[in-house]
């Protein structure tokens, strides 16, 4: 079999890993990593025995496909450049920053029949893997993501930074257009919002209340989900899980006329799954598992969130000083 060559796009913190699980990828040939700073380009190409580039462009003809983590600002102009050169994308979360620019890349790739996967890490995560099939139409959902701070996370808000997994998870499990969102947040210690709250509507009834918070004490990443004869908790930090069916043969435990089921999964290795995940699209020329309408119509929900805490921050402000 023909080895993928592929090269990884900015290889900061995230783009780092991206590196290392294509260097030990049987089917890959990682040709290079590119990275403005030379001094780190270097440092990662000799860690995974490849060339270091200081430009994108210096990579075009070079490879058949690349993983793009930079900083999202420069998402756009890095992944229309590869796939203007009929090269298959990874771009990291949110797609863009922008919702034009994110329908110029779906666009571009659908029009050229070329493969645009965006890292939402977590629907590769062996617990939302492992709930594939007992979630069938969750009605109510509650979503806490809490996160200690870290200072390379602060050039887009808590929403485009955290939150969007959330929003992305939720809109693969309810399968319904958003009716109406009610949000607030503040920044906190960025100049971006550092922790929000949000109520989303569906249109079927279902209804998520999401939290996002970058200025924790603690992590922490836990879903609960609640369906018809079913309720799903999810922790992701410990990989715990418990499911609450009705069962009417159950007539004593904590909640009579129910079973319940918990087990903790494996820790697993999302990441690699996730870029595994790509190179099989890549060689078998197969829609991606979290497309770039996917990650479009995530980073859709996050800006109009963001839009919302906006206005109602100014009205708040307005009111004060009125």
């Known amino acids: 079999m023909k080895k993928i060559r592929v090269g990884v796009i900015g290889v900061g913190y995230l783009g780092k ?5 294509y260097s030990r990828m049987d089917h890959v040939e990682l040709v290079g990593v590119v990275d403005s700073d030379p001094d780190r ?16 462009r210096d990579i075009l003809d070079k490879v058949d496909a690349v993983s793009i983590a930079v900083p999202t600002p420069n998402h756009f102009e890095v992944g229309k450049d590869f796939l203007e050169h009929n090269i298959d994308v990874l771009i990291e979360k949110p797609i863009t920053d922008c ?7 779906v ?3 659908r029009n050229r029949g070329l493969v645009l996967q965006v890292g939402h890490l977590e629907r590769f995560n062996p617990a939302v893997v492992a709930l594939k099939d007992i979630i069938t139409r969750p009605m109510f959902i509650e979503s806490h993501r809490l996160s200690i701070f870290k200072s390379r996370c602060t050039d887009v808000s808590v929403i485009l930074d955290l939150m969007i997994h959330d929003i992305d998870l939720i809109l693969g499990f309810v399968h319904s257009d958003i009716k109406d969102i009610h949000a607030s947040g503040i920044p906190v210690i960025s100049r971006h919002v550092d922790i929000a709250s949000v109520r989303l509507e569906f249109e079927n009834g279902c209804v998520a209340n999401v939290t996002a918070s970058r200025i924790s004490l603690k992590n922490e990443r836990k879903l609960r989900l609640f369906q018809k004869d079913t309720y799903v908790s999810i922790d ?16 004593d435990g904590v ?3 129910t079973d319940i089921q918990k087990w903790t999964l494996d820790k697993g290795d999302a990441l ?3 870029l595994t995940a790509f190179i099989h699209s890549v060689s078998h020329r197969q829609v991606p598992e979290v497309t770039g309408e996917m990650g479009r119509d995530a980073l859709k929900i996050a800006l109009h969130i963001m839009d919302k805490i906006r206005i109602f921050n100014q009205n708040h402000a307005e009111a004060l000083t009125g």
């Open 17 to 21: 890993f991206h590196a290392e699980k």
């Open 41 to 56: 380009a270097r440092e990662i190409a000799r860690q995974f025995s490849t060339t270091p580039y200081f430009s994108h």
């Open 99 to 105: 919702l034009e620019q994110a329908d110029g890349l």
């Open 107 to 109: 666009d571009l790739a």
């Open 236 to 251: 992701f930090a410990s990989r715990d899980i418990q499911v609450i069916r009705r069962d009417g043969n159950q007539t």
């Open 255 to 257: 909640i009579p006329g």
């Open 272 to 274: 690699e799954a996730e």
